[in-house]
């Protein structure tokens, strides 16, 4: 829309995003504070940093949390892209109905019913639950977010590419390694790191698929918050908040660096 | 095969691709309904009708983007429906152009050359020949979005060029580009295509455009052919008032065969140039606008001579588009070349006007 | 225009078979075993179930097991009232957040595809940064905030609006309050892409044909925009009706949401039947729901190519 904000847009959007990101700063700051009681300001300090790196549970659930946010991403990436790749390019096939609703229902079904079917499977197969039950959990569960975003970068992508590859020569298989990825390349990458967030962000579902060992990052931030507001939480919350604002930042430049891309060829087509 | 016949005694050159009795359904519409058609080695063919007449599913049916529901294809006498898209003789210059935007410019020109395991230094050579042959020298190492859209139009005309395809297929290739760069690059494909020898076959729904660049146009409506034939037949000897009224301007008169050489119209007695028009039978007279001659006072000795009055004045720059109103109340179009430098109309509206064409101007149609 | 329709070959076999069997393995498959377990009845054992299906048993082992399945678990669903009230409370918080969000999404999306076109991709990361940054962090955020002796009551306070520290954890008001912050940009994010996409010569027609503009907010943006509300509503609801984490740190101890019912009948009574019980009587709840929302999805995705 070319008409401006009003004052009633302007103050609507400061006031949402002012809701949105309060907290969080304030999350961050505390971190910092020297002080255990959160009312008192003691000044800045690191000291609740220093005291992470010598509390070995959430240094070893972090690391449990990042391999299994790697792996479980990875596979995702792979499955969502192949589920995109047939929703969107392989026409018309037996039991696509049952499979696009296999594909959409996970983006909103409630975390409890996923996470406790998904171990009640396991017990049935008599798979003993850890580190690999929630790794797959993961992969179910964000295979379908990845499907999304490089479902609707697909459908944007102008078809007369592919046949124009295939028109000169270049086989099916061939032109989706040579003209399709390297184009849906940046909703790929998206993709993956979303599916990567969602898997270190998850609780519930972690909490019915983990086993003895694999203690997830949320699983004992949780059970620490459940006892209170520790500062040292505070320290731990920052350190991700800022992990996922560099991802984020990095890949929004890389897809920025696209869309300019796209906008600047739209203006030589004018011309 | 009436139409290969005729068409092997006009230029005796074999036919390349051959559609016979091809169908195409999409659902329940359908796109293309048992055609046969013949295109000739060497020939730049057109096929024309307006948007959802089928033209562009042909066309793709050649490139192997659809398959037909019944009937077969034949290129070079082999029967190509089984062959797959990038198997096929045959490229395309697509309307959107589909230049691959993270390649180069010679990137894009390569790419059919590099599926084909081609030595590096051949198509080294072929790129810059192609980039020769539609002046991009020195623009090799752009990107596409630095392009222009006309540089990005002879881009795409060179890589669906470089694998010297048996047939190129144009689907509508200069749609994008404005009047008048579409009217130097219709020329130059023209010229392109004599000094290539390669059989064109071009999509379009611009007619003028179809009747500059072509030898042959096929005229096409709701999946059918209309008309397979010369531009200069189709205009001038078009087989049914559809085809008649859908290129150019035309009046159509209906009437009745009256005896040899005359038809009976609400208009009186019309004189025409054809003989045997069997008594009784309904008949149209397709008039072209810039074949009547109209004229103040009563032309002697003229055939057809018909009253009416100027209604409607279209003042087109090179002539004048006139509409008459004539005694049973219908129009009839007029076309006048405003030859006069500063000259002002010669009639203006309301004038009585008298119309006059001799015998063979008009075309009779059956149909 | 139709697609290909070349025969396939086995690696577009594969394409599509491989993530077919995943989510058909791992998302169709455990409700088929969700439904059985929640006809089994609790045992101390393991499993804590019966009857086990034992295959090498044949049919006999088969019929054995269909007459042991029962309906306990749904009966005692519908006889004690704890249950009944807990779906009601859910769907009670799941439809006042819904509203709420609503309130607050529409004037922020309307907000952000009014701004400049060159700050929008810039506001659309803004809005989406929290929702990349954990859910347990942001609940917890809350906590740091609401807490007796946190910052909430500090500035009230400080402001003499209140003299005495109020118990804003542990109530209602703390769960609306962090549902509302953890959905919002589910709700915000459909709608923005749905009232960026209008065509801004709508609006100029309007105008010319005499609508003052804000009758034309209402006869042309918002009915356009149904589908994004629909979408953000769709979002929020059904993920909020089986919300847990959200009402277990926030919430009081006085109503439960089927979340946590679910969650401490399988965790603390280890009672799997009826936690299975819940899960496919909340799913039946959901059920209609979540086909519209797969319509929603399909129409917008795939409608796009025909």
Known sequence: MKRGPSPFNLVSVALGFAFLYLPIVILVIYSFNASRLVTVWGGWSLVWYRELLNDEAILSAAWITIRVAVLSASAATVLGTLAAVSLTRMGRFRGRLLFSGMVYAPLVMPEVITGLSLLLLFVALNVDRGFWTVVIAHTTLTTCFVTVIVQSRLIGFDRSLEEAAMDLGCPPLKTFMTITLPLIAPAIAAGWMLAFSLSLDDLVIASFTTGPGATTLPIRIYSEVRLGVKPEINAICTIMIAVVALVTVVSSLITRRDASQQKQAALGAQV | MAAVDEHLSRGGRAPLIRFEAVSKRFGVVAAVETLTLDIGEGEFFALLGPSGCGKTTLLRMIAGFETPGEGRIFLGGEDIVPVPPHRRPVNMMFQSYALFPHLTVEGNIAFGLRQENVGREEIAMRVAEMLGLVRLQGLGGRKIHQLSGGQRQRVALARSLIKRPRVLLLDEPLAALDKKLRAETQFELMELQRKLGTTFVIVTHDQEEAMIVADRIAVMNQGRLMQVATPTEIYEQPNSRWVADFIGEVTIIEGRAAGPGTIASALGPLAVADRDTGAGKTMWLALRPEKVSMSAERPAGATNTIAGTVSEIGYRGEMSAYKVRLADGSLMKVSIANVNARGRAPYAEGDAVWLSWPPDAGILLVS | ?306
Request: proline share 7%.
């Open chain 3, 1 to 306: 225009m139709q697609g290909h329709q070349q025969t396939r070959g086995w690696g577009g076999r594969l394409v599509i078979l491989l993530p077919y069997l995943w989510l058909a393995v791992f998302f169709l498959a455990p409700f088929v075993i969700v439904l059985k377990i929640s006809l089994s009845q609790s045992v101390l054992a393991q499993p804590p179930y019966a009857p086990v299906l034992d295959l090498a048993a044949g049919w006999p082992g088969l019929t054995a097991f269909v007459a042991q399945l029962s309906l306990d678990s749904f009966r005692l669903l519908a006889s004690d009232s704890l249950y009944l009230l807990s779906y009601l409370k859910s769907l009670q918080v799941a439809a006042i957040s819904t509203a709420i969000l609503f309130l607050l999404g529409y004037p922020i999306a309307y907000g952000m595809a009014r701004a400049p076109k060159a700050w929008q991709p810039m506001l659309v990361m803004a809005v989406v940064l929290p929702f990349w940054t954990s859910f347990l962090i942001r609940i917890y955020a809350w906590i740091n905030i609401l807490q007796r002796d946190g910052l909430l009551n500090d500035v009230l306070i400080r402001l003499h609006i209140i003299d005495t520290p109020a118990a804003w954890l542990s109530s209602d008001t703390a769960i609306y309050i962090g549902i509302v912050y953890s959905y919002l940009p589910f709700m915000v994010l459909p709608l923005y892409a749905s009232l960026e996409r209008m065509d801004e010569s709508l609006l100029e027609a309007a105008s010319d044909l005499g609508c003052p503009a804000w009758k034309a907010f209402w006869l042309i943006t918002f009915p356009l925009s149904l589908p994004g509300v629909a979408a953000g509503a769709l979002l929020s609801f059904i993920p909020i009706v089986g919300e847990f984490v959200i009402p277990d740190l926030l919430g009081g101890s006085e109503s439960q949401m089927i979340g946590q019912t679910l969650w401490i009948e399988f965790f603390s009574n280890r009672d799997w039947p009826v936690a299975s019980a819940i899960a496919i009587a909340l799913l039946g709840l959901l059920l209609v729901p979540i086909l519209f929302y797969e319509r929603l999805q399909q129409r917008s995705l795939e409608g796009a190519r025909t």
